[in-house]
């Protein structure tokens, strides 16, 4: 049974950076056959797909238009977990973050959710 | 970008048949995905591949994707369905979620 238990600061400052990590049990960061997500939700802009990261014999990831220009999701394979920063927030970011996975495509293991204020 | 639409609320009676539709341009050429949330919980995945139950997933929840539609139906519905349910699609790498849909059991 996949696990994925989520940690980091609920509070952020207004043009600080969000930081928040997903550890991993019952599979691999490094996995071939899996990609490692996260995704946010907000009554404003409802489940928005951040990027994510995965591993075919080098590392690769994806991001979503919206915040390329801000994020970075990076494996850390010696503690088998991955994270995610989000650069310059504002207001807008405050949201519930979610990290899952997606296995052929299928998001189909959830992180607890971490709600993240930002505050001005 | 890609975007999909769906019906902010449905409402069903217990024991009825509940449809949630999800747009998208040719959205039939993709896959199709859906997702419960109750409250305060995180996302569930209920169906995959416009048609597959993940195993726990009780049989009345069934989906189908053709045209510009996808379709998440649950027969049978009981007051332990009534939660938001989200479409999701894949579009060049990135993952598209719909708008969600509050479905009313009363």
């Known amino acids: 049974q996949v696990q994925l238990q989520q940690s980091g600061p609920g509070l952020v400052k207004a043009s600080q950076t969000l930081s928040l990590t997903c550890a991993i049990s019952g599979d691999s960061v490094s996995s071939t056959s899996a990609a490692w997500n996260w995704i946010r939700q907000s009554p404003s802009r409802g489940l928005e797909w951040l990027g994510r990261?995965?591993?075919?014999?080098?590392?690769?990831?994806d991001y979503a238009v919206s915040v390329k220009s801000r994020v970075t999701i990076n494996p850390d394979t010696s503690k088998n977990q991955f994270s995610l920063q989000l650069n310059s927030v504002t207001p807008e970011d405050t949201a519930v973050y979610y990290c899952?996975?997606?296995?052929?495509?299928?998001?189909?293991?959830w992180g607890q959710g971490t709600l993240v204020t930002v505050s001005s | 970008s890609y975007e999909l639409t769906q019906p902010p609320s449905v409402s069903v009676s217990p024991g009825q048949t509940a449809s949630i539709t999800c747009s998208g341009d040719k959205l039939g050429d993709k896959f199709a995905w859906w997702y419960q949330q109750k409250p305060g919980q995180s996302p569930v995945l209920v169906i995959y591949k416009d048609n597959k139950r993940p195993s726990g997933i009780p049989e009345r929840f069934s989906g189908s994707n053709s045209g510009d539609t996808a379709t998440l139906t649950i027969r049978g519905t009981q007051a332990m369905d009534e939660a938001d349910y989200y479409c999701q699609a894949w579009d060049s790498s990135t993952v598209v979620f719909g708008g969600g849909t509050k479905l009313t059991v009363l």
């Open positions: 899952a996975r997606d296995r052929d495509s299928d998001l189909d293991y």
């Open positions: 990261t995965y591993y075919r014999s080098k590392w690769y990831n």
